[in-house]
C-alpha cells in the first residue's frame, strides 16, 4: 500500500508537486512537502567582495521564497483534502543530504523533478541521493510534465536483475492500478536469455491479479531509445525499471543507462535500486 509520500521539491521545479498530490488523491496517502535551498556561493560571494549585508540578505531572500513554495504546496494539498506536512531544509548540501534521506527511508515513496539541463535547481543535487541511498522507490517526473498520476498503460522494463526485481516489487501497488501493463526486455549480451526465462515474472504478476503482456525486442541503437520507442508506442503513463548504479571512489554514482534514461525520460519513471 502506498500511504505516505515524500515531495522533494524547491522554489524553481512545479512539476512534482501537482503530480504527487494527483498520487495522494488516488490512494489516499498523506503527503510530506520538503522545499530545500541548500546554502552555497559563498565563495562566489568571498572572490566578488560583495559587503557581507548583502550576503545575508540575499539567503534570507532565497529562503523566504523556498518557504513561500512549501506553503504553496500546503495550501493545494488541503484544497484536495489530502494531509500534508512542509518542511524548509537550508543548509551544507551534506546535511541537507542527510536529513532528506533520512525522511525518504520513512516514507513509502519518493516524488522529485528531473534534473534541469538549462537551469539548474536546488532540488537536482539529490536526485541521485535519493535514488542510490534511500532504500525506497521513488518517481521522477519530467521537468515539462502537466498530467496528473495516470495508470491506463505502465511499461515495465525488464532486464532480470535485482534492481528490475526491486522496482517491480516496489511497483505493485501502481500496477494494479493500470489497465494495461506491458513488459519488454532489450535483448543485449548483458540480458541473453532473460526472455526464455520472462514467464516467472508475468505468471508472478498473474498471482497478484495483474495480467501483463510481454515483449522482447532488439536495440539496434541504445536500450534506452528502445524503451521510450516502447512507451510511445504503448501510450504509457508510467515507466517502472531498476536505478542501476556502480561504485566509484567509494561513492555510489548512477550508471549509464540510468543516467541517460533521467536526461531523455518522456514519462514519470519509477525507479528502485
Known sequence: MIKDLLVVTDAIGDAAGPYALSLAQTFGAATTCVCVEPEGGSEDFALAEVRYDLVVSARE???????EA???????AKTRDVAVETDTLRDSPGVVRNR??????THDLAIIEQSGTRREKPADVFL??????????????????????????????WDGSAPAARAVADALPLL????????VTVQTEAVA??????????THLARHGIDAGYRATFSATSVV???LGEVAQSGSDLLIMGAYGHSRLRELCLGG?????????????????
Open 100 to 105: 532528506l534521506l533520512d525522511l525518504a527511508r
Open 176 to 183: 494494479l492500478r493500470a489497465r494495461r501493463v506491458n513488459v
Open 193 to 202: 536469455g532473460v526472455s526464455e526465462r520472462s514467464h516467472r515474472l508475468t
Open 70 to 76: 512549501a506553503a504553496n504546496f500546503a495550501y493545494a
Open 128 to 157: 541521485e541521493d535519493l535514488l542510490l541511498g534511500s532504500g525506497r522507490p521513488t518517481i521522477v517526473v519530467p521537468k515539462d510534465w502537466s498530467p496528473s498520476a495516470r495508470f491506463d498503460a505502465v511499461t515495465v522494463a
Open 257 to 273: 543507462t540510468s543516467r541517460d534514461m533521467l536526461c531523455r525520460m518522456t514519462i514519470p519513471v519509477m525507479m528502485s535500486h
Open 61 to 67: 531572500e532565497a529562503l523566504a521564497v523556498a518557504r
Open 225 to 227: 531509445e528502445t524503451v
